[in-house]
């Protein structure tokens, strides 16, 4: 089967630097997203990953290795709006969007 | 600018009684999808559409159906609301070749009652 794996919740500082991890089991591999959810509302694009490496897009980070089913989203100088759900989703060989369930950030003071 | 549009923003309805949400985009994207998510899971694709194309997840219940009349609006009727089905419903669109990055509308909370 087709699994994405993230953490549940994390926690961090404001002002800080958190990294959340994606590992992936798919059938096939077409790309690698990263959205942003705040409670109640729609996800949001952050990131779009196909080739292995770092893509930086202001303070966030998108990081890929396809050879370890393996990504990270790298969020610098944490601020109370980042408290919010990412999701992680890859795009398989049929290109149907398999996605994570989401990891919670919850930003503290 | 709204690039994808949902409508009502939250519905309310009664066990069995039916219910239309609408989803209308600005972006001129060939594929629209519809997600189902509940609290703290991952959207489910219920259906797309690649321009006119209808595909059904495999799981979709009989009880959700789908219509795209043109390329700006699409329309997730489901049948007979019961209990289970109250949810966020999100409505996405992509330009098939772009990435075939999704960008979704505000979303519509379905209560059933």
């Known amino acids: 089967g087709q699994n994405i794996d993230q953490p549940t919740e994390m926690t961090a500082t404001e002002g800080a630097i958190v990294q959340i991890n994606c590992t992936y089991q798919t059938s096939g591999f077409n790309g690698l997203f990263w959205y942003q959810q705040h409670a109640g509302e729609a996800p949001t694009f952050l990131s779009y990953n196909v080739l292995d490496g770092l893509e930086e897009k202001g303070r966030f980070s998108s990081f890929l290795s396809r050879s370890k089913g393996y990504s990270y989203l790298l969020l610098k100088e944490l601020q109370m709006k980042d408290s919010a759900s990412y999701l992680c989703a890859v795009k398989d060989s049929n290109y149907q969007l398999i996605w994570g369930a989401g990891t919670k950030l919850i930003i503290k003071p | 600018d709204a690039m994808v549009i949902q409508n009502p923003r939250y519905q309310v309805t009664q066990f069995g009684k039916p219910v239309t949400l609408s989803c209308s985009q600005t972006?001129?994207?060939?594929?629209m999808y519809w997600y189902q998510q509940k609290s703290s899971q991952a959207p489910k694709l219920l259906f797309h559409?690649?321009?006119?194309?209808?595909?059904n997840e495999a799981d979709t219940p009989d009880n959700f159906q789908s219509r795209r009349p043109n390329t700006s609006f699409c329309f997730l009727d489901i049948r007979s609301p019961g209990l289970g089905d109250a949810a966020m419903y999100l409505c996405?669109?992509?330009?098939?070749?772009?990435?075939?990055?999704?960008?979704f509308g505000p979303g519509t909370r379905l209560t059933v009652l």
């Open positions: 972006l001129n994207h060939n594929v």
């Open positions: 996405a669109t992509s330009r098939a070749g772009d990435a075939d990055t999704q960008y």
């Open positions: 559409y690649y321009d006119k194309d209808f595909n």
